[in-house]
């Protein structure tokens, strides 16, 4: 069974700040790892990918993953009300599906 | 970028019926995958649907309730069939586009059974 975990939360950071999204996986194998932002209501939108070990950045935001650890973390820099949502972990494997976590509900507060 | 419309939006169904929802892509696509959003909860893969084949159930997901049609590289259905109040749901297809980073959702069926 292949399993996805992240903090529920909510975690709450003012406006300005670095929010830090966590997340674990429990399959050595998986290949491709995805964040998604869902605002209430709405269907997941996606806002980064990570393949390989390292970090990528795309904006404010900031993805890191250590497959040794199997960890893969969100970085959102200069946090905005608007970003205030429910953040999705996904993680891949060589079969092209998608297993989420339940989401981090991440609140910024102006 | 590639739209993907997804209808209906919501619905509100009595127990016993079956409803089925449809997924178009403007572009064409391998494999088109169907999810379940229960209240407060992650998202869950029912199946995989690809053109010319049966589609692939995960896990607690069997045909007979959730059967699928895949007659094209662009449009996929879902049925829920024989309803309860325990399918009430967010519906959610999601492809894979040709030259994506990521996979991309349609809006979503929320769905009510009473």
């Known amino acids: 069974q292949k399993e996805v975990e992240q903090n529920s939360g909510p975690l709450s950071v003012p406006e300005g700040a670095i929010a830090s999204l966590n997340c674990t996986y429990s399959d050595r194998g998986s290949q491709s790892f995805f964040w998604y932002r869902q605002y209430s209501g709405k269907s997941p939108e996606l806002i980064m990918s990570i393949y390989s070990n390292g970090d990528k950045e795309d904006g404010r935001f900031t993805a890191q993953l250590n497959k040794a650890s199997q960890y893969v973390s969100l970085l959102i820099r200069d946090s905005q009300p608007s970003d205030s949502a429910t953040y999705l972990c996904a993680v891949g494997g060589s079969n092209y599906k998608l297993t989420f976590g339940k989401g981090t509900l991440l609140t910024v507060n102006p | 970028s590639a739209v993907i419309s997804q209808k209906p939006s919501r619905d509100i169904c009595q127990r016993g019926t079956s409803l089925t929802i449809q997924c178009q892509v403007d572009?064409?696509?391998?494999?088109m995958f169907w999810y379940r959003q229960q209240p407060g909860q992650s998202l869950t893969l029912i199946a995989t649907?690809?053109?010319?084949?049966?589609?692939?159930?995960e896990s607690g997901f069997v045909i007979d309730k959730f059967p699928i049609s895949r007659p094209n590289l662009t449009f996929s259905t879902l049925t829920v069939s024989n309803m309860s109040p325990e399918d009430s749901s967010i519906y959610l297809c999601?492809?894979?586009?040709?030259?994506?980073?990521?996979?991309?959702f349609g809006s979503g069926t929320r769905l009510t059974v009473v």
């Open positions: 999601s492809v894979l586009l040709e030259g994506a980073y990521g996979y991309t």
């Open positions: 649907a690809n053109q010319g084949s049966e589609a692939t159930y």
């Open positions: 572009s064409q696509v391998t494999m």
